[in-house]
């Protein structure tokens, strides 16, 4: 299984002694259950900004109308005279 060398400074890395400690646990469980918690964060906000995204999309004409003065400027083609 692939591994990870990460420094802590001592007053991190005792810290997380304390923490694992009041928890029952290890200091590699505990820090392998922090970063998985993150990926997991991480991955739900990336699914719900993307969700997000396509619901905009396809209500974007609904968007407009209940919040024009939220619209960027329509530019508008050809030259001034």
Known sequence: MPALNV????RELEDLRQ????RGTSMKALVREAAAA?????????EGAEAFRR?????ADEFAAAFPDDEPPVKSEGRAA
């Open 38 to 46: 993150d990926i997991a964060r991480h991955r739900a906000l990336q």
């Open 19 to 22: 923490i694992a400690k009041e």
């Open 55 to 59: 619901f905009f999309a396809t209500h």
């Open 7 to 10: 420094e802590f400074s001592d």
